[in-house]
């Protein structure tokens, strides 16, 4: 059996966004990849991203949280209260598949999406299995990072001093409380299957036999 791929639409309450979601026949989890920069389509990292998952047997489902209108507008990138609005709209079509019924959630949020993705895993009673933040703007969080007691990498690129003292600065606060938490910093671009490789070691620990 193959892969099933869905291009879909949702009503947000505030227009219609668009995604493409992709279960491997074997999958057990579906990763949710958001950016709060896009609005076109999928970007070159996303798609390598997305292949890298669909070689590992993990679904994924790559979501533009913004119109192509709002993706030039920096006030509407810079929103992370919009944002978090879109994870919400998101959570509630997720949670109205059937085909989705059996499988696991996992998050990979990457720029202005990182905050949002936060705060929404903080107040969500079913919370995902695990969370990756891909040059992560935290300094847009609003309040303390906490809540995140499952599985959390912060990866970023070395280039960028200023994502990378964020992003590191993340980690120190969650590696006091949980050995839970990883940190990557790469030089170049993030490589797909660096962030594919976490999940999927994250997932099988998680279905080990001691796992409950």
């Known amino acids: 059996m193959g892969t099933t791929v869905r291009e879909v639409a949702f009503s947000t309450g505030e227009g219609s966004l ?22 076109a389509g999928q970007t070159p990292q996303e798609s390598a991203l997305e292949r890298e998952f669909t070689d590992r047997g993990i679904g994924t489902f790559v979501v533009d949280l913004l119109t192509a209108r709002e993706a ?5 990138r810079l929103d992370i209260e919009l944002l978090g609005r879109r994870i919400d709209s998101l959570h509630n079509w997720l949670g109205r598949q059937a085909m989705l019924d059996t499988l696991d959630i996992a998050v990979c949020a990457a ?3 990182a905050p949002a993705a936060i705060q929404y895993v903080d107040s969500a009673s ?4 695990a ?19 499952i599985p959390v990498l912060f990866a970023c690129t070395e280039q960028n001093s200023f994502l990378t003292q964020l992003n590191q600065t993340a980690y120190d606060s969650r590696a006091v409380d949980s050995k839970r938490a990883e940190f990557l910093a790469v030089a170049g671009r993030i ?4 962030i594919a490789t976490w999940f999927e070691r994250q997932l099988t620990a998680d279905r080990s036999p001691q796992h409950v």
């Open 18 to 39: 668009r995604g493409e979601l992709r279960v491997p026949a074997r999958a057990e989890t579906v990763v949710v990849i958001l950016s709060g920069e896009c609005g």
């Open 72 to 76: 030039s507008e920096r006030e509407s």
């Open 111 to 113: 720029d202005t999406a």
């Open 126 to 129: 079913s919370k995902p299995v």
């Open 131 to 149: 969370v990756a933040f891909w040059n992560g703007r935290l300094d847009l969080l609003d309040g303390e990072l906490s809540g995140l007691e």
């Open 191 to 194: 490589d797909g299957g660096q």
